[in-house]
């Protein structure tokens, strides 16, 4: 037996231990509500994958047969990413709000102004409760810049549909985001192929 396999073995041997004392201990939280409630959902943090995780979060609710839609508040209205490519053939509508990356910006007005106004068509959505789930991609931008006023998104949000869930995304959540929320993930790099000198990829980057 060569000593990967000995190490194999031993981490198999942990594992089953652990996962035996586990299951022989687990007992149902008491006082989970039953039932359909709309969440709010922050992914936010310095890693890869907070909008990657909210479109999966889109495909499992259209899945289950719930009518969703996504604002993308730095992706420009005309661009073809691989997740637009998906959701054209799903059927499924979209918004491109802004001007792309905003530390990429020639004009950083009219980027806070198309931030306002995407948000005004967001919260048209959101008021008008025809959505099951709601994305706000990149959303925690316009927050942080100040292009949109966080005490009209904490009352159009608190104001929702008690079964429209709402996922926000973006670097740098507002500790008032952060408070209001129902489940917040942070995403944080461990590594990234960037750092080594590997260009984004198709279909893994956009």
Same mark, same amino acid.
């Given at each position: 037996m060569t000593s990967g396999d000995e190490a194999t073995r031993q =981490?198999?041997?942990?594992?089953?231990? #652990?996962?035996?004392?586990?299951?022989?201990?687990?007992? *149902?939280?008491?006082?989970?509500?039953k039932g359909r409630r709309g969440l709010i959902i922050v992914n936010t943090g310095?890693?890869?994958g907070k909008t990657t995780a909210a479109l999966g979060l889109m495909m499992r609710a259209h899945g289950r047969g719930l009518k969703t839609r996504l604002f993308q508040f730095l992706?420009?209205?005309?661009?073809?990413?691989?997740?637009?490519?998906t959701l054209d053939a799903l059927g499924?509508?979209?918004e491109g709000l802004g001007d792309g990356f905003t530390w990429r910006? =020639?004009?950083?007005?009219?980027?806070? #102004?198309?931030?306002?106004?995407?948000?005004?068509?967001? *919260?048209?959505?959101?008021?008008?409760?025809?959505?099951?789930?709601?994305?706000?991609?990149?959303?925690?931008?316009p927050l942080k810049y100040g292009w949109v006023s966080w005490?009209?998104?904490?009352?159009?949000?608190?104001a929702r549909s008690p079964l429209m869930h709402v996922v926000i995304t973006g670097r740098g959540a507002l500790p008032e985001l952060i408070e209001l929320a129902d489940t917040v993930s942070e995403?944080?790099?461990?590594?990234?192929?960037?750092?080594?000198g590997i260009g984004a990829q198709i279909g893994v980057e956009y």
């Open positions: =981490r198999r041997e942990a594992a089953m231990q #652990e996962l035996q004392e586990a299951n022989d201990s687990h007992t *149902k939280q008491e006082g989970i509500s310095n890693g890869k992706k420009h209205e005309n661009a073809k990413f691989g997740e637009h490519r499924l509508p979209y910006s =020639r004009n950083l007005e009219n980027s806070a #102004e198309m931030a306002a106004h995407g948000w005004e068509l967001a *919260k048209a959505a959101i008021e008008a409760g025809e959505y099951d789930l709601i994305v706000l991609d990149e959303f925690t931008y005490p009209e998104v904490e009352a159009t949000l608190k995403i944080q790099p461990v590594k990234h192929a960037y750092s080594a």
